[in-house]
């Protein structure tokens, strides 16, 4: 089936740094979201993307929709510790007309205090 | 609003036993997907339904899995009977008219030995 590739698979970092995460796609997507998931919790919406170029912010969360529509980036400016958790992308089709979503492996974001 | 209510939060049973996880969509949404998580398959589509009818079942693994939406507020899955290879998180999420913006549960940890 379809699938979304999402990079990197885990990442470690400092406290202060800034966090780079894309999601990419063989097919275009007429919506990108992204998601975060805390331990032993379900996915929470960041941020919801509809139009190629947009880009939009939720704090210090940046994402983009791809030119292309075919990739999504997010962003996230001077991590803390409660940034931790698991960064999923997803994905409907163009061809979808429904909220059937197609999600990526997720990143896991790991913050060094 | 209490979110979408997932029960119970663990499951243990033994193989061969039915389990059945129950849902409660936030009030007002008409859509309703059932996920499942897994550490190699990531967030899968089980099921979704759509005023409580069923759209598409394609990802439900096998006769095995089955699931009801009796009510706009009431949604079930069962597993009959259940092998260890069905331990995961399954989640359960709705949306506004099949929109893409998804709220899930907390999920119900299944274990099954």
């Known amino acids: 089936g379809q699938q979304l590739n999402q990079s990197p698979q885990s990442m470690f970092i400092q406290e202060g740094e800034d966090v780079s995460m894309n999601c990419t796609s063989s097919?275009?997507?007429?919506?990108w979201l992204w998601y975060k998931q805390d331990p032993g919790e379900g996915p929470v919406l960041l941020i919801a993307?509809?139009?190629?170029?947009e880009l939009t912010s939720n704090g210090r969360l940046t994402a983009q929709f791809g030119i292309t529509r075919k990739d999504s980036f997010l962003n996230i400016s001077a991590s803390i510790p409660s940034d931790v958790g698991i960064y999923f992308c997803?994905?409907?089709?163009?061809?979808?007309?429904?909220?059937?979503?197609?999600f990526g492996q997720g990143t896991t974001l790991q913050v060094k205090p | 609003d209490a979110g979408v209510i997932q029960s119970p939060r663990h499951e243990v049973t033994e193989m061969g036993q039915e389990v059945t996880l129950r849902c409660k969509p936030i009030?007002?949404?008409?859509?309703l997907f059932w996920y499942r998580q897994t550490m190699m398959r990531g967030l899968e589509l089980l099921i979704y339904?759509?005023?409580?009818?069923?759209?598409?079942d394609s990802g439900m693994p096998e006769d095995r899995f089955s699931a009801k939406m009796p009510n706009a507020s009431f949604s079930t899955l069962k597993i009959q009977p259940s092998e260890p290879r069905d331990s995961a998180v399954y989640f359960c999420?709705?949306?506004?008219?099949?929109?893409?913006?998804?709220?899930f549960g907390s999920g119900t940890q299944l274990s099954v030995l």
């Open positions: 999420a709705s949306s506004f008219q099949g929109n893409e913006k998804l709220f």
């Open positions: 097919s275009i997507f007429n919506t």
């Open positions: 993307l509809y139009k190629a170029g």
């Open positions: 997803a994905g409907r089709m163009r061809s979808s007309n429904t909220g059937k979503l197609i």
């Open positions: 009030s007002g949404h008409n859509s």
């Open positions: 339904f759509n005023n409580n009818v069923p759209i598409d």
